[in-house]
């Protein structure tokens, strides 16, 4: 049986008396207010954000700014010319918005430079031999002047290490063939399960002897482009350091069905990368000034330098140019933000991080409220939603504006990582995020020759820019729940 409404009970019950009457009025009154707030609230949320996404669409930036990035400076490799070249670019850029501020932050980082192209090839007997496509490894060492021609032990992991042991390796060169796990659907966990073979396994091998390293690339994909990223030799002494290099999963496969064939085939490789002293780089900042809370920033932003095989464009030009939109089109739109807002375009992300960290540590030093920092540096692919690093009460407020979203197929919202760069920021007082593009393809193109402009659809880049500001506005209306 349904229940009587309340202006119902009161008719039937005369004897109710005006005091009571007032009172279920009052409520009666204030939950049908609630309720047409929160719905025009709603209405109002959906009509700003349909404006943006309208704008990027139909009169966005990013495409053409990441074709600047792409096709006339290339790739960004910290401590470059090209480097310098894109904080130029992009402080211009930044400029011509009409933002409140824009400037450059000073941060020394890492130089290092790849050489001459890299050469490779397997023999299996002397005078024939087969040549392989590899590169060498951000941070590696060159190779002797004549090259490294040596025995190869192949291995999955270094527990493979430890079991053959400094006998079975020494006077060899490492090959880890760990390839990506192909039937995990999230591709990071993938990269995750199988990239600490690339970052520290001349530092393992060493210990056993090897002269060498080579590294299965980071790639789902069967092709021909090996995959550089960064590596560490630990406190291993310097005169105890050896070269390593990324060789194409193709090439990978290649060495491996060859070494079941001929154990005792050699691989030669020569390159003749160098480090050289850490040099003055910046990050490129602008904001918009708070109109309610000046002193409370929030954050949006991608890393600028890139690696030097490509030109950058997934990673990360395309977090760069969709931060820089996020500021423009809520400009475009008219918006006045309640917090500040800032579009840092970080340094040396790929192999140093010295730009998050610079970034933070300016930030406490001058004792800056940061409440939310949203990073983008998984490529300019489809956006399927975010992650966010936060406790429950946020999480839950950010998780009722999914159905905003949903509109524009953004639908997965969950707990999780942010970004590296903004990760320095995290404390008790702040929300991190990070855009979560469809990730199928994007290892195809990681720290590869491959990942070009071309590679790098407009309409994509352009829904991811608007998805980060319609997140952004969010935000910045709403603001943190605080306990």
Not at 387 to 398: E, G, L, R, T, V
């Amino acid at each position: 049986m349904n229940k009587p409404s309340i202006p119902t009970l009161i008719f039937l019950n005369p004897k109710l008396n005006s005091m009571k009457i007032n009172s279920y009025l009052f409520l009666s009154l204030f939950l049908i207010s609630t309720t047409v707030l929160a719905q025009s609230a709603v209405r109002e949320d959906s009509l700003v954000i349909k404006k943006i996404y309208n704008t990027a669409l139909l009169n966005g930036k990013s495409y053409e700014w990441l074709e600047h990035l792409s096709n006339e400076i290339g790739g960004r490799l910290s401590g470059s010319l090209e480097a310098e070249k894109a904080i130029a670019y992009t402080e211009a850029e930044l400029k011509k918005l009409g933002l409140d501020k824009v400037w450059l932050q000073p941060v020394m980082v890492p130089k290092w430079t790849r050489g001459i192209k890299e050469y490779a090839y397997i023999e299996t007997a002397p005078g024939i031999s087969s040549t392989v496509d590899i590169c060498a490894l951000g941070g590696s060492i060159a190779t002797p002047d004549g090259g490294l021609k040596a025995e190869v032990v192949e291995v999955k992991n270094f527990e493979d290490l430890e079991r053959l042991g400094r006998a079975n390796i020494e006077g060899k060169i490492v090959f880890y063939n760990r390839p990506m796990q192909a039937d995990l659907i999230r591709t990071f966990e993938a990269y995750g399960g199988c990239v600490n073979q690339r970052s520290s396994g001349a530092k393992e091998a060493v210990k056993y002897g090897a002269v060498g390293v080579i590294v299965r690339s980071m790639n789902l994909r069967q092709d021909d482009f090996p995959h550089t990223g960064n590596m560490n030799y630990g406190d291993t002494p310097v005169d105890q350091l050896i070269p390593a290099c990324a060789i194409s999963t193709n090439g990978a496969n290649y060495l491996s069905n060859a070494l079941k064939i001929k154990p005792d085939l050699k691989f030669y490789f020569k390159q003749t990368c160098r480090t050289y002293p850490d040099v003055q780089s910046y990050n490129v900042i602008g904001e918009i000034t708070g109109s309610e809370f000046p002193d409370k920033f929030m954050v949006v932003g991608g890393h600028l330098d890139s690696w030097d095989l490509g030109d950058g464009s997934h990673d990360d030009g395309a977090g760069c140019v969709q931060s820089m939109e996020v500021l423009r089109l809520l400009k475009e739109i008219d918006y006045k933000p309640r917090h500040s807002l800032r579009v840092v375009l970080f340094m040396n992300e790929e192999n140093g991080l010295r730009g998050g960290r610079k970034y933070a540590e300016e930030a406490k030093q001058k004792n800056e409220t940061h409440v939310f920092a949203l990073e983008s540096d998984a490529g300019g692919f489809t956006p399927r939603g975010f992650s966010f690093d936060c406790d429950d009460a946020n999480f839950k407020q950010i998780a009722s504006w999914k159905p905003l979203f949903e509109p524009y197929y953004v639908h997965s919202f969950t707990r999780g990582g942010s970004g590296a760069d903004i990760g320095p920021l995290k404390d008790e007082g702040i929300v991190l995020a990070g855009l979560r593009p469809d990730s199928q393809r994007y290892f195809d193109y990681h720290h590869a020759a491959s990942d070009t402009f071309d590679a790098v659809n407009k309409r994509e880049l352009e829904l991811g820019g608007a998805t980060m500001a319609s997140l952004i506005y969010l935000m910045d209306k709403y603001g943190l729940v605080t306990k």
